[in-house]
């Protein structure tokens, strides 16, 4: 079973457009939640991340949204750049009942320059 | 800093050899994983550690094991290796449960 369903598969945006990945869990003992970025040949690092405290993080031009009542957090990129191309990762610990990290199957984003 | 560091980072296996996967942190952190990342299949976990001398299963286990006898070292091993463990393997690290985890460089493996 998924823990963590991510949406969509892949992802095009012209530079300068806004590129949004959702995700959604079940699990009611997740209560942080990041975002990875991984590029090719390389291991995923930490992008962003919110605590269910707030519905909002920014940083610079990444944007978290959460929504506790349906369960889903999104990353929104605004502004893509081509720099921007990798794949990114949802991702939720379990930090209630135990001790695992689960991640999303991943969206490749491209920016076509 | 070096973080989390992998050995080997490529490695050709034939069917049934045996081989392990070396990861080591220098961040003095208590939890550390072994993910396994395969095309649309995301990061699976395999097994985990949330201290020294401590080990725990994670999703897909099997064909897998693990040892954690210094805290900054987590070793992978395939004990008869078979194609479908053809993978890029990560050596991750947290300082507790719930907490950034750090990512290697990661260890691609193709077993034929």
């Known amino acids: 079973q998924q823990q963590v369903k991510q949406s969509p598969q892949s992802l095009i945006v012209q530079k300068g457009g806004i590129s949004i990945i959702n995700c959604a869990y079940e699990?009611?003992?997740?209560?942080?939640f990041p975002w990875y970025q991984q590029f090719p040949g390389k291991g995923p690092a930490l992008l962003i991340a919110?605590?269910?405290?707030?519905s909002e993080k920014k940083e610079g031009r990444f944007t978290i949204s959460f929504n506790k009542s349906a369960k889903q957090f999104s990353l929104h990129i605004m502004d893509s750049q081509p720099g921007d191309s990798a794949t990114y990762f949802c991702?939720?610990?379990?930090?209630?009942?135990?001790?695992?990290?689960?991640f999303g199957t991943g969206t490749s984003l491209t920016v076509i320059p | 800093n070096a973080g989390v560091t992998q050995t080997p980072k490529f490695r050709v296996l034939k069917t049934g050899q045996s081989m392990t996967l070396l990861c080591a942190q220098d961040?003095?952190?208590?939890?550390m994983y072994w993910y396994r990342q395969d095309p649309g299949m995301g990061l699976r976990l395999i097994h985990y550690?949330?201290?020294?001398?401590?080990?725990a299963k994670g999703e897909v286990p099997d064909g897998y094991n693990v040892s954690r006898l210094k805290k900054q070292n987590f070793l992978l091993g395939l004990e008869s290796a078979a194609p479908s463990q053809t993978s890029v393997y990560f050596c991750?690290?947290?300082?507790?449960?719930?907490?950034?985890?750090?990512f290697g460089e990661g260890s691609w493996l193709t077993v034929v």
């Open positions: 991750a690290s947290s300082y507790s449960r719930g907490n950034t985890i750090y």
């Open positions: 699990n009611t003992a997740f209560d942080y």
């Open positions: 919110i605590r269910p405290d707030v």
């Open positions: 991702a939720a610990p379990q930090t209630r009942g135990g001790n695992q990290f689960y």
């Open positions: 961040m003095n952190h208590e939890y």
């Open positions: 550690s949330v201290g020294e001398g401590t080990t």
